[in-house]
């Protein structure tokens, strides 16, 4: 995949740099650069937006970089920190000519935050595999009864005729009437195989925004504090939740890097335990428990386990309502290890029920720390469970998902 930068602004460049992204730079993105781009390249920039239809068109996906500029400043050169200063973020969208559509009565596919609708075409298309893959079904079912009607007349005729030839033939016709329901029992077996891609449907809902959930899971990293550990905590503290949890545009914009004490309050700040307070933070309005999953061996979180509860604790003092941060059951785990990670966060889930009387729609998991292996493990444990799971990109932004496999898209 490709990350494509598209500017001639050399403060974008640098601001771009500063949010360590790597990126290949395109001052124009012309004919040529287009036909280059493929689907799952990622283009950012400031584009018009008939440009942005055709990198949608080809599969790739759009970012815009954009910025809160007063009328005075528009047309100006702009540094790094301008704009870091006007609120310079980086946004997902993505835009397709009406005409596209119109033609054909179909939709615009879904944008991120929005429900799965098929249109009535692709609808009906999927309606009619799931019937076509039960038919065979139907017919062996006719075929064993309109098989066994008519074995049944003819063996009580050669029994009558005669009873020893009748025997034998009476073996026959039930070993070829198993035959036939094998035969048929195979068919049917390889077409559900053949077509399983088209009537299994997987889905994934990102929602508009986070919804706030009782219980949320999260695995711990193991973080540097930069200084003492007292000195973390009072420093934490004092910066309190609401600007650690910043995006990182807002957060590192806040701070003078001149300036040798916000500076290093920038530093302590922007930990590894960043990216876990700014999921509790989304969370604020319903949190009752944080269960914490810790990582083995020596460098593993498990010894950083009491400390990141007496800062969370500190941190989410000024709240209305207490949070209870615990560790989770059993012993530290390996997050390489996919099985300890799905049988621990069962545990969790069993827990969960069992001691917050607590439903799958109470609970949300948090896959960005830990490892890929991890996020992979705790992703698919929420599949068709009427749960939701979190995850904090290099931006520092929050998005919440909610996956589903389902029968066809109207079952």
């Known amino acids: 995949m490709r990350r494509i930068l598209v500017t001639r602004h050399p403060g974008a460049i640098d601001w771009m740099r500063q949010q360590e992204q790597e990126f290949e730079l395109i001052e124009h993105l012309d004919a040529s650069a287009l036909g280059l781009l493929k689907p799952g390249d990622e283009v950012t920039g400031m584009l018009p937006v008939n440009l942005v239809a055709e990198v949608c068109r080809r599969g790739a996906q759009y970012r815009h970089l954009v910025l809160e500029t007063p009328p005075e400043l528009r047309g100006t050169s702009l540094s790094a920190a301008d704009m870091s200063a006007l609120k310079a973020r980086i946004e997902p969208y993505r835009a397709y000519p009406v005409r596209q559509f119109a033609a054909s009565g179909h939709q615009p596919p879904p944008t991120p935050g929005s429900s799965y609708h098929a249109h009535p075409g692709r609808a009906w298309r999927q309606f009619g595999q799931v019937l076509l893959a039960f038919l065979p079904f139907t017919l062996m079912a006719y075929m064993i009864d309109a098989s066994y009607d008519h074995f049944s007349w003819l063996s009580e005729y050669l029994l009558a005729s005669d009873a020893r030839v009748g025997g ?104 590894r335990w960043q990216q876990n307070f700014r999921i509790i933070q989304r969370h604020r309005d319903q949190l009752e428990v944080i269960i914490v999953i810790v990582s083995e061996g020596e460098k593993g979180s498990a010894h950083q386990f009491e400390q990141f509860r007496e800062v969370t604790t500190r941190l989410l003092t000024p709240w209305e309502r207490p949070v209870e941060v615990v560790q989770a059951p059993g012993e530290p785990i390996d997050f390489e290890n996919h099985d300890q990670v799905r049988r621990q966060l069962r545990e969790i889930l069993s827990l969960c029920k069992r001691n917050y009387n607590a439903g799958n729609s109470d609970i949300a998991i948090d896959i960005t720390s830990g490892t890929k292996i991890f996020s992979v493990a705790a992703a698919t444990i929420t599949l068709n469970k009427d749960m939701t799971y979190t995850y904090v990109n290099n931006d520092g932004r929050v998005s919440s998902y909610d996956d589903s496999v389902t029968l066809g898209d109207v079952i």
């Open 168 to 271: 034998h033939a009476t073996v026959f016709i039930h070993l070829s009437l198993g035959l036939v329901c094998l035969s048929f029992g195979a068919l049917a077996a390889y077409v559900l195989w053949s077509m399983r891609q088209q009537i299994l449907a997987f889905h994934v809902y990102r929602m508009a925004e986070v919804k706030p959930k009782r219980i949320l899971v999260q695995a711990l990293s193991r973080t540097d504090f930069g200084v003492p550990f007292p000195e973390f905590a009072r420093i934490m503290e004092q910066e309190g939740i609401d600007v650690v949890a910043r995006n990182k545009a807002e957060f590192e914009g806040q701070y003078d890097v001149n300036d040798p004490t916000q500076a290093q309050i920038r530093k302590v700040c922007g930990n």
